[in-house]
């Protein structure tokens, strides 16, 4: 399973009234926060890869996030499971020799579109994003996916070309390098 996001920075309100305009489903908001773990045998920030834990009220759940594969969108190869115990995936990868490199903390509001997922993110340290997303089953189905995320962004009167494909911890790690 490939996810296929684009994301801009864009500031919320106006966001929300094309939203609503565009009959999009709410589907709810969330406090989210992303633990990132640099592993022992390589490192994730040369080879494009991510390690999270994500803790979202009650749920943990433990995703890998490959090299981005297209370069007009964040496309990643993902898999994510849930996990019983944050607490103890975090011991687990600890005595496995991962380390924490970063925490995300963020505020997202989600909704359905056009068969999308469109988040807006509040993220600590960054600012306001919007993201619009969906899943590709195949390399084949990236492009149109991909497509169909830039013309709902433009619907929401966001420019698509000013995408931004770097992750929100690489936007973290970068403003803490500054």
């Not at 919320?12 to 589907?27: C, F, G, M, Q, S």
Request: aromatic share 6%.
């Amino acid at each position: 399973m490939y996810e296929v996001e684009c994301k801009v920075a864009a500031r919320h309100e106006p966001v929300r009234e094309r939203l609503a305009a565009l009959d999009a489903d709410p589907i709810d908001t969330v406090e989210q926060a992303d633990t990132y773990y640099d592993a022992p045998h390589r490192s994730f920030p040369e080879t494009d890869e991510a390690l999270r834990v994500r803790r979202e009220g009650e749920t943990t759940r433990l995703t890998y996030k490959g090299p981005l594969v297209d370069a007009h969108s964040k496309t990643r190869a993902e898999h994510e499971t849930a996990v019983e115990d944050g607490e103890t995936m975090a011991r687990l990868l600890d005595a496995l020799g991962f380390t924490p490199a970063a925490t995300v903390e963020k505020e997202r509001e989600k909704f359905r579109c056009r068969g999308y997922t469109v988040a807006l993110d509040t993220v600590s340290g960054l600012g306001e994003f919007v993201e619009v997303e969906d899943g590709a089953a195949s390399e084949g189905d990236i492009e149109r996916v991909r497509d169909g995320a830039r013309d709902l962004l433009a619907a929401l009167d966001c420019d698509p070309d000013e995408q931004i494909r770097r992750s929100y911890l690489g936007m973290l790690l970068a403003t803490a390098d500054e």
